[in-house]
């Protein structure tokens, strides 16, 4: 893999046509960088398909504008073993700060590499994205969202998942002895909260349009289509059955093989799960037509809860998508058909007051998560 830096020279004009608010909000409050620092940007080529130039550029132009020194990379979406794993790592190090406007930033998220500086991955794909709801909506208070969903999740005792297509799970969630460590690599826009250990459930999911990719390495094909929905039963992290149409199961059972042949991966597990928590988050076009992007940050919006499976780590390498999920923690809906409810979480109702352009976000969140339904 080649890589190139090169220190770009700020670009007044640039910063004085266009709206910073995603980019600010991005380098403020989720970075944290400050004056003097320097910032590593790392973007990939717009023709890859997945993220537009303009929103690293955006970052790249706020972050001058804080006084930060800025240095921008051009890297692959993907990379493909260890060996080039190893190369990306080594041209990351020596900078207070990187941002990744890059598929490769999900690729090493999982990784334990104390030499990485604080870096954060960014899910907003385009400009747009980055200066609508999703980008400027207030970061600190998804902060406190996310800990108090963590927090409600650790403490429960019985937690439970259902969906209008008949999905069924419900358990306590085992930890084991400890917490997993949650991501070296911060979230902006903050989209999720700490995945749920699947151990501890038992239960039928409803696989439902198709399973695909989680980011976390790349292989082909990626989408499997289902044309019917097919049953997965679980108990306790593993794949127990699958039920449905025969050719159907015969189809998802294969491609699970595939799949766990190639990077020699243990199929049946199911490492954890978790709903999306940003009422901002949206995916406008079709998924199954751009399902690369879809599987890239549709997955914040909380109509979507995604389980993680196939390896014994996560995200796992086969996502599942449940659509319009009920979450009940001891009892109370706080994802109810869809839609999160934080004033239903302890000190929900504070967070909100305290955040009002959040809560009315999360009054009228948007719905459009590129399904028909
Ligand atoms: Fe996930």
């Known amino acids: 893999m080649t890589l190139e830096i090169d220190q770009s020279v700020p670009s007044p004009d640039m910063f004085a046509d266009t709206d910073f608010a995603g980019a600010m909000s991005l380098l403020k409050e989720c970075v944290g960088g ?4 320097s910032l590593l940007i790392v973007s990939e080529a717009e023709q890859s398909g997945f993220y537009d130039e303009q929103a690293p550029k955006q970052a790249a132009a706020a972050g001058r504008a804080l006084g930060m020194v800025v240095y921008e990379l051009q890297s692959h979406s993907f990379v493909n073993n260890e060996s080039e794993k190893n190369l990306l790592l080594k041209s990351l190090t020596g900078f207070d700060h990187i941002v990744f406007f890059s598929r490769v930033g999900d690729q090493i998220r999982f990784s334990s590499n104390n030499a990485l500086p604080s870096s954060t991955m960014c899910y907003a794909l385009n400009r747009e994205a980055l200066n609508s709801s999703f980008g400027t909506a207030c970061y600190k208070g998804m902060q406190e969202v996310k800990v108090a969903i963590d927090q409600a999740v650790e403490s429960a005792t019985e ?3 259902t969906c209008p297509r008949g999905s069924e799970f419900i358990g306590r969630p085992d930890w084991g ?6 991501v070296s690599v911060k979230r902006f826009p903050l989209s999720v909260p700490r ?4 151990n501890g459930f038992i239960g039928r999911i409803a696989l439902s349009r198709f399973l695909v990719g989680t980011g976390s390495r790349h292989y082909d094909p990626y989408c499997l ?8 039963c679980i108990a306790n992290g593993r794949i127990t059955d699958f039920e449905g149409d025969k050719s159907d199961v ?4 294969q491609h699970y093989l595939l799949v766990a042949e190639k990077f020699s991966i243990d199929p049946w597990c199911v490492d954890s799960w978790h709903a999306g928590i940003h009422p901002g988050c949206q995916f406008e076009t079709n998924a199954e037509s751009d399902i690369l992007r879809w599987s890239g940050t549709a997955f914040g919006n909380p109509r979507i809860l995604h389980f993680h499976t196939c390896g014994e780590y996560a995200p796992g390498e086969i996502s599942w998508t449940v659509v319009d999920p009920t979450v009940y923690i001891d009892d109370v809906p706080v994802w109810d058909n869809g839609q999160l409810h934080p004033e239903r979480l302890v000190h929900g109702l504070d967070i909100l007051r305290r955040h009002p ?3 009315r976000l999360f009054e009228n969140p948007a719905r459009e998560i590129g399904f028909s339904i």
């Open 34 to 37: 400050s004056t003097g620092e």
């Open 159 to 161: 937690i439970r998942v």
């Open 177 to 182: 002895k400890e917490l997993p460590a949650d």
């Open 195 to 198: 995945p749920v250990t699947a």
């Open 225 to 232: 289509l289902l044309p019917n929905d097919v049953f997965a």
């Open 250 to 253: 015969k189809r998802v059972e």
């Open 357 to 359: 352009n959040l809560a």
